[in-house]
């Protein structure tokens, strides 16, 4: 299946790196969070790509094109210009980039991608969550109900220290652990190409009117994802992440 990741926000929140530089390309352990996204689907064999861009669309551009020779060694011939490559990552993956506007909001990247996908069922995700969702599950699962949509349901991370307390003592303390009640938007979407139906323009926000529509129509099923999901929204968000993963505790590469 293509794989469309919207990568075009802002990223106000986390203006220590994106003042220069778009969200998805904040690194995580030396790569970019929209890296660690695409390799997370190309260990299940998903390697088609078509990211849907807007601020600083030419950054994230930029690495891709020049992908090979930041990630390899190489010599270059000052006279003729070939470059020769050494050390070069074995990376099979396809990437399309589209600058779908820097206003433009997260439904209207997706429809500006309607003449690109076709009619095709078509996996879909944010730019800045990290997971270890089985995607041949959650395709599974899709597959199983027939129906236009689905999403992967997560337990949010908790912002603060998490008490259990009984008559006045605290039985349990675990600081900072993720939830275990009530479910949010993971992103990791499987979705029918009738969704576009929903679609209107570039103001169409995703997770109000298309996916509210989807929900009354009851097309819209939650895969219930259990285990690690994180986004990055704060700075402290990638200071855990990056943590997570120097210590070689990252679920989404394990």
């Known amino acids: 299946m293509k794989v469309i990741i919207l990568a075009g926000g802002f990223g106000t929140r986390l203006s220590e790196y994106t003042d220069v530089i778009p969200k998805p390309m904040v690194p995580i352990g030396g790569k970019p969070i929209l890296w660690h996204i ?22 994230v551009k930029e690495y891709f094109l020049n992908y090979r020779s930041l990630n390899s060694d190489f010599t270059v011939n ?8 050494y050390n070069s990552p ?9 600058n779908t506007g820097a206003n ?44 236009m949509i689905t999403v ?6 908790a912002r603060f220290g998490e008490l259990e307390i009984e008559t006045g003592r605290v039985i349990s303390f675990q600081e900072k652990p993720q939830t275990t009640q009530g479910w949010i938007n993971g992103g990791f ?26 929900s009354k129509n009851g097309e819209l099923m939650a895969y219930q994802h259990e ?26 590469l394990n």
Request: charged residues 25%.
């Open 38 to 59: 695409m390799n997370h689907f190309a260990r299940f064999n998903h390697n088609d790509f078509y990211i849907a861009l807007g601020y600083k669309a030419e950054v």
């Open 189 to 214: 979407f499987v979705i029918e190409p009738s969704f576009f139906d929903l679609l209107e323009n570039d103001q169409t926000i995703l997770e109000k009117s298309p996916l509210e529509t989807a």
């Open 227 to 252: 285990g690690f999901w994180q986004c990055m929204d704060t700075k402290r968000d990638k200071d855990h992440l990056e943590e997570l993963f120097q210590s070689g505790r990252a679920p989404w």
């Open 90 to 98: 074995k990376v099979d993956w396809n990437v399309t980039l589209v």
């Open 152 to 157: 992967t349901a997560v337990h949010p991370g």
């Open 104 to 147: 433009t909001m997260t439904g209207g990247r997706l429809l500006r991608m309607k003449e690109i996908i076709g009619n095709e069922t078509f996996l879909l995700t944010y730019g800045d969550g990290l997971s270890n969702v089985d995607i041949d599950k959650l395709i599974q699962f899709h597959k199983s109900h027939k129906k």
């Open 78 to 85: 000052l006279e003729t210009g070939k470059i020769t490559h």
